[in-house]
C-alpha cells in the first residue's frame, strides 16, 4: 500500500483543497482519520465534491470544531491510536492531517505522534502570507526531528517566490509548486490549477 500525508502550518490554509486535487491527480483514495465539527459540508464531502474519487469514512466525527482532544472529551470519546492505523487500500491513499502538526488528539498524544508512526511521506501545506517563513521552518523542524519523511513543502496563495525560496533551502525540502487562490473551485478549475504542483515528485516518494 502507497499513503501519503498532507499537514500543514495551520488550520483553514487549504489543506483539503490541496488534498482532493492531488487524490484526483494520483487517482487515489481520500481519507481524513478525525473529523471535528459536523455543521456545513464537512472535508469528506468536499473532497468527494471536488475530486470525483472514492473517500474512506472517518474513524472519528466529533461535532464540535475545535481541537480534536477537547471535540472529544465533550461527547465522551476517548481517540484511540489503534482506530488510526493507515487503511489498507490497492489504489495511492491520501490522507489529510487535522489542522498543524501539534493538534493534540487525547491530553498525551499529539497528530505528530500519530503521523511517525505512519511512517508514510508527508507533504507540508504552507500559506505564502507574511509569517509563513516562521511556521513553515517550525514545522520542518518538528517533522524531521520525529523521523518523519517529508515528501515537500506545497504553497498555497499568492506567489511569493523569496518565502518559497528561503523555506526549501534553510529547510532542506523540496518545493512541489503553489497551489494559486482560485476565485471560482470547481473539479475542472482545481485540476487545472493542479498543473503548477510537482505531482511526479510525490508519486516517487510512494
Known amino acids: 500500500m502507497s499513503a501519503v500525508i498532507i499537514t500543514g502550518t495551520d488550520t483553514g490554509i487549504g489543506k483539503t483543497l490541496f488534498s482532493a486535487g492531488l487524490v484526483h491527480a494520483l487517482g487515489g483514495v481520500y481519507w ?38 477537547l471535540s472529544a472529551e465533550q461527547e465522551g470519546v476517548a481517540i484511540r491510536p489503534v482506530r488510526l492505523a493507515l487503511p489498507r487500500s490497492d489504489r495511492p491513499l491520501v490522507v489529510e492531517a487535522a489542522g498543524g502538526l501539534m493538534v493534540p488528539l487525547t491530553r498525551r498524544i499529539l497528530y505528530l505522534d500519530v503521523m511517525s508512526r ?39 496563495g499568492e506567489e511569493m517566490k523569496d518565502s518559497r525560496r528561503v523555506i526549501c533551502s534553510i529547510g532542506k525540502a523540496r518545493d512541489l509548486g503553489r497551489l494559486p487562490v482560485l476565485p471560482r473551485i470547481t473539479r475542472e478549475t482545481l485540476s487545472q490549477a493542479f498543473a503548477g504542483i510537482d505531482v511526479a515528485g510525490i508519486r516517487g516518494m510512494l
Not at 473532497?47 to 482532544?69: I, Q
Not at 505512519?118 to 523521523?147: E, F
Request: proline share 6%; charged share 15%.
Open 32 to 69: 481524513k482519520p478525525v473529523q471535528s465539527g459536523l455543521d456545513g459540508e464537512t472535508d469528506s464531502a468536499v473532497v468527494r465534491r471536488l475530486s470525483g474519487c472514492p473517500v474512506l469514512p472517518e474513524a472519528y466525527r466529533l461535532r464540535l470544531a475545535a481541537s480534536p482532544h
Open 118 to 156: 505512519w511512517a508514510a511521506p508527508v507533504v507540508l501545506c504552507c500559506r505564502t502570507a507574511l509569517g509563513t517563513i516562521n511556521h513553515s521552518l517550525l514545522s520542518l523542524a518538528a517533522l524531521q526531528a520525529a523521523g518523519c519523511r517529508v515528501a515537500g513543502v506545497a504553497f498555497i
